[in-house]
């Protein structure tokens, strides 16, 4: 047990570090780092160019474009993608999707859509909540009759994130009426271009329409498009919710909007001193730096253990539960240091990062509530705690 | 970077758990027999060099020795002797007289007590209250030292004083010598802490540990015990969460056993961060205690021990809540582990000292520029 990086992985983190920042446009960096709104073409460019450079698809199997790093490296090009303020990869496609497919998905729908799911030539969302059916998602109803060439689906879902953006999306539909909610469960794939899909943006307090329902109505979907068996779809949904670990707990993020905190807190002047010379802010800062480091720890040894550890392994979901709680907190700061200036909602033309503040504050609620909110994160815990 | 334990840590954390787990009943045996069973099963030459007799092993083993302390929730003093003590041994130059030093605490026949700690210095200010004198023969010592560790079982104390010069130096002690009285006090954790007055005290002009840097050596002596008690809070973390898991699988009320209740669940999840969280960050320290950058050993110290503070506060009190009235009852097992994981959160810093020190480190004012 050694937490120093050897100098190769050194070595590694400034190579990934150095691509980043040459080859991802500044103008879109800056974009991230303001906390500026994201045209569907900033996802696009910044996705293509970390599929070229290895780094979208790292984790999956080497054959569909994954790489053979170590856990240590998919770790730290995790984190480099955060703190470079560089977007994500599109996690609907390369978390989402792209996982459950290289798993379960037949030889013809490998062939079909992994390479263009790496690439974002297909732009995938996940048609999983419901407006009854959040957290109780095993009680969804959206339907799917089976007629001779597959089936015709009837149903509305929720919180569809990046819907208004997509090719196809990856639903959950309910097959078997008589069956336990969890058995009467399908994964489909279904062409966002189809006959009877209609969209309608939600807009969020922060201004900005990230979800929308999706309304569908007598889709027809043929059968090839299934995946894997009939009836199966919650075991492919839960593996598709435990399956991607690394970076979950948004290290990078939180590391790189303190760093942002502390700059700001230099520049920020308070009764003829910078809010940076008042120890008070700076022991409020080193409070959060503390729990973050030790969850950058409970982090590699989730993600990077090769031994396994059983006990960490149930507390996996409680990465998710601190991690948002932590990068929530730091919004939180970098909300204390905008001041009054937070009041003032940015217009096309707004330079200044105070305004977006308070819409990066508002928008970061979300993460105590998506992919299985911290309340359901600990009844998963507390049922390996207490294996019932 | 890895994060596993190699073969042989496992090898060690397996025969630790298995000697020293709650199970094994070692409440009762003497504090005597289990040291004579450290010794030989090595534990006690864990971080000394091998050509000194030592198994050349490192923070990380201490680390994992340490949590198995605290989960059994023994006392027993192999923090002041082997780590702290055992540490200024090590780096004072070797001679016969340090080699016999760190042979008896290998064989178990002689245990150390380090007596640094002065008035003024309760916080781990450096202070220069203790005066040695020094003649052709002796050092005769003059000084009032406070927290001293387990002086009940201490052969010797190693004292850090000031000679005429001024300058730091580090005597070895019998503690038997003359002119010198202890004055034990009972810790809430059950542990003997003393105020040691040194009056006159002769000792060989040999017994001084030849250290380059005292200074340097007591702070790195300190970091390692800062590492070493954080471990120990893990493992009485790690048993208090298994006596609440068990407590609320057992206990039935409503008809039903307590365990199905969803906020007592949900409370439960919360000890579990808390306590990993500290594991983390015990393993950040050990880890930076074992090589690396002095100034990130420093911030790895300091964030470590806030954070086994916070966790210990919150993993205690969440523990006798979920245990009811019985939480506070002195018969029940819960009070050893709940307060000696309030004191742990008291000493070697409170939140306070290692937040202030991280909020004024260098590289924390270098990294807003």
């Given at each position: 047990m050694d937490l120093r990086y050897t100098s190769d992985e050194q070595r590694f983190r400034e190579e990934v570090r150095a691509n980043l920042e040459s080859e991802v446009p500044r103008a879109l960096r800056e974009k991230?780092?303001?906390?500026?709104?994201?045209?569907?073409?900033?996802?696009?460019?910044?996705?293509?160019?970390l599929n070229r450079l290895g780094y979208a698809v790292p984790h999956w199997p080497v054959q569909w474009g994954g790489r053979d790093w170590t856990p240590v490296q998919r770790s730290i090009v995790a984190e480099e993608i955060q703190r470079a303020c560089v977007p994500a990869p599109l996690s609907a496609n390369v978390s989402m999707i792209g996982p459950v497919l290289a798993a379960f998905g037949s030889p013809a729908q490998k062939e079909r859509f992994l390479p263009r799911i790496a690439s974002l030539d297909?732009?995938?969302?996940?048609?999983?909540?419901?407006?009854?059916?959040?957290?109780?998602?095993?009680?969804?109803?959206?339907?799917?009759?089976?007629?001779?060439?597959?089936?015709?689906i009837n149903g509305?879902?929720?919180?569809?994130?990046?819907?208004?953006?997509?090719?196809?999306?990856?639903?959950?539909?309910?097959?078997?009426?008589?069956?336990?909610?969890?058995?009467?469960?399908?994964?489909?794939?279904?062409?966002?271009?189809?006959?009877?899909?209609?969209?309608?943006?939600?807009?969020?307090?922060?201004?900005?329409?990230?979800?929308?329902?999706?309304?569908?109505?007598?889709?027809?979907?043929?059968?090839?498009?299934?995946?894997?068996?009939?009836?199966?779809?919650?075991?492919?949904?839960?593996?598709?919710?435990?399956?991607?670990?690394?970076?979950?707990?948004?290290?990078?993020?939180?590391?790189?909007?303190?760093?942002?905190?502390?700059?700001?807190?230099?520049?920020?002047?308070h009764g003829g001193t910078s809010l940076w010379s008042d120890e008070?802010?700076?022991?409020?800062?080193?409070?959060?730096?503390?729990?973050?480091?030790?969850?950058?720890?409970?982090?590699?040894?989730?993600?990077?253990?090769?031994?396994?550890?059983?006990?960490?392994?149930?507390?996996?979901?409680?990465?998710?539960?601190?991690?948002?709680?932590?990068?929530?907190?730091?919004?939180?700061?970098?909300?204390?240091?905008?001041?009054?200036d937070a009041w003032l909602r940015p217009t096309e033309s707004t330079e200044d990062w105070q305004a977006y503040s308070t819409g990066l504050y508002l928008n970061w609620r979300k993460l105590s509530i998506y992919g299985g909110s911290n309340e359901i994160q600990k009844n998963i815990v507390a049922k390996s705690v207490f294996g019932d | 970077?890895?994060?596993?334990?190699?073969?042989?840590?496992?090898?060690?954390?397996?025969?630790?758990?298995?000697?020293?787990?709650?199970?094994?009943?070692?409440?009762?045996?003497?504090?005597?027999?289990?040291?004579?069973?450290?010794?030989?099963?090595?534990?006690?030459?864990?971080?000394?060099?091998?050509?000194?007799?030592?198994?050349?092993?490192?923070?990380?083993?201490?680390?994992?020795?340490?949590?198995?302390?605290?989960?059994?929730?023994?006392?027993?003093?192999y923090l002041s002797s082997?780590?702290?003590?055992?540490?200024?041994?090590?780096?004072?130059?070797?001679?016969?007289?340090?080699?016999?030093?760190?042979?008896?605490?290998?064989?178990?026949?002689?245990?150390?007590?380090?007596?640094?700690?002065?008035?003024g210095?309760?916080?781990?200010?450096?202070?220069?209250?203790?005066?040695?004198?020094?003649?052709?023969?002796?050092?005769?010592?003059?000084?009032?030292?406070?927290?001293?560790?387990?002086?009940?079982?201490?052969?010797?104390?190693?004292?850090?004083?000031?000679?005429?010069?001024?300058?730091?130096?580090?005597?070895?002690?019998?503690?038997?010598?003359?002119?010198?009285?202890?004055?034990?006090?009972?810790?809430?954790?059950?542990?003997?802490?003393?105020?040691?007055?040194?009056k006159d005290v002769c000792v060989p002009i040999d017994n001084r540990l030849d250290v380059e840097d005292v200074c340097g050596a007591l702070i790195g002596a300190r970091d390692l015990a800062i590492a070493a008690i954080c471990a120990e809070a893990v493992g009485l973390m790690s048993g208090v969460f298994d006596l609440t898991v068990e407590y609320l699988k057992t206990r039935r009320q409503f008809k039903t056993s307590l365990s199905g209740f969803q906020a007592l669940r949900h409370k439960v999840c919360d000890m579990l961060m808390a306590l990993e969280l500290a594991r983390s960050a015990a393993m950040a320290a050990a880890s930076a205690c074992a090589g690396g950058e002095e100034s990130e050993r420093r911030i790895a110290i300091a964030r470590a021990k806030v954070q086994i503070n916070r966790s210990s506060r919150f993993v205690a009190q969440a523990a006798i809540q979920l245990h009811g009235g019985i939480g506070l009852a002195e018969e029940y097992q819960l009070g050893i582990y709940a307060r000696r994981l309030t004191?742990?959160?008291?000493?070697?810093?409170?939140?306070?000292?290692?937040?202030r020190a991280l909020a004024n480190s260098e590289t924390n004012t270098r990294a807003a520029q």
């Open positions: 991230v780092r303001k906390g500026a709104p994201l045209e569907k073409e900033d996802f696009v460019i910044a996705h293509r160019i297909d732009w995938w969302c996940q048609g999983f909540s419901e407006p009854n059916s959040g957290s109780d998602l095993a009680s969804l109803k959206m339907s799917a009759r089976r007629t001779d060439d597959g089936y015709v509305q879902k929720i919180w569809t994130t990046y819907a208004q953006h997509a090719d196809w999306i990856f639903a959950l539909v309910r097959t078997d009426l008589q069956a336990k909610p969890q058995r009467g469960i399908s994964f489909v794939l279904i062409d966002m271009r189809s006959q009877g899909i209609t969209l309608r943006p939600i807009e969020l307090i922060d201004g900005d329409c990230e979800v929308n329902e999706v309304f569908f109505e007598d889709v027809e979907v043929p059968l090839e498009n299934l995946v894997g068996a009939e009836n199966h779809g919650w075991d492919y949904a839960k593996y598709l919710l435990t399956h991607e670990r690394t970076g979950i707990a948004g290290i990078g993020v939180a590391k790189e909007m303190l760093e942002r905190v502390k700059a700001y807190a230099r520049t920020t002047i008070n802010f700076r022991l409020t800062v080193a409070e959060v730096e503390v729990e973050l480091s030790a969850l950058e720890v409970t982090q590699l040894r989730v993600g990077t253990s090769t031994r396994g550890d059983a006990a960490i392994d149930s507390a996996a979901s409680l990465l998710k539960v601190k991690g948002s709680e932590i990068q929530q907190r730091a919004t939180e700061l970098l909300l204390e240091v905008a001041g009054p | 970077m890895n994060v596993d334990y190699t073969d042989e840590q496992v090898m060690l954390k397996e025969s630790l758990d298995r000697r020293l787990s709650p199970a094994a009943g070692l409440q009762t045996t003497s504090q005597a027999e289990r040291w004579k069973d450290y010794a030989e099963a090595g534990y006690l030459a864990i971080p000394f060099a091998e050509e000194r007799g030592g198994l050349g092993a490192g923070p990380v083993e201490t680390m994992i020795l340490q949590e198995a302390l605290g989960k059994g929730a023994l006392s027993d003093p082997v780590v702290v003590c055992g540490s200024l041994l090590q780096a004072a130059l070797a001679d016969d007289m340090v080699d016999g030093w760190i042979a008896a605490i290998v064989e178990g026949t002689a245990k150390f007590s380090l007596a640094q700690m002065e008035p210095g309760q916080y781990g200010e450096y202070t220069r209250g203790t005066l040695a004198k020094a003649d052709k023969v002796n050092w005769t010592i003059n000084g009032r030292k406070l927290f001293v560790e387990d002086t009940e079982t201490a052969n010797y104390f190693i004292v850090s004083a000031a000679n005429d010069a001024g300058q730091d130096v580090l005597l070895v002690v019998d503690s038997a010598s003359e002119g010198i009285s202890v004055n034990p006090s009972t810790g809430w954790d059950g542990r003997s802490v003393a105020v040691v007055e040194f004191v742990i959160g008291q000493i070697y810093g409170n939140d306070q000292v290692h937040l």
